[in-house]
């Protein structure tokens, strides 16, 4: 059996993931600021995990919205 490629991805892309940790993180979904997710290429949430992969350039913006509206509860 051979194995192929399914795509074949040059880079480097300069992409970080930003994951927040806690329990119940799925229940503050409807919190997360729009900022924070627009672009974002790519999103994967657990019950007790929310990672977002964001280009490298915004990964501090987005922590900063994340702690904002997760941790302190500010409003978007």
Do not use: C, K, N, Q
């Amino acid at each position: 059996m051979t194995r192929g490629a399914a795509a074949v991805v040059e880079g480097p892309f300069r992409i970080a993931l930003v994951t927040a940790i806690g329990d119940g993180i799925l229940d503050d979904l409807d919190r997360l600021p729009a900022a924070a997710v627009r672009g974002a290429e790519g999103f994967s949430a657990t019950p007790r995990a929310l990672s977002l992969a964001v280009p490298e350039a915004r990964s501090r913006a987005v922590v900063r919205a994340l702690h904002r509206a997760l941790v302190r509860r500010e409003p978007a």
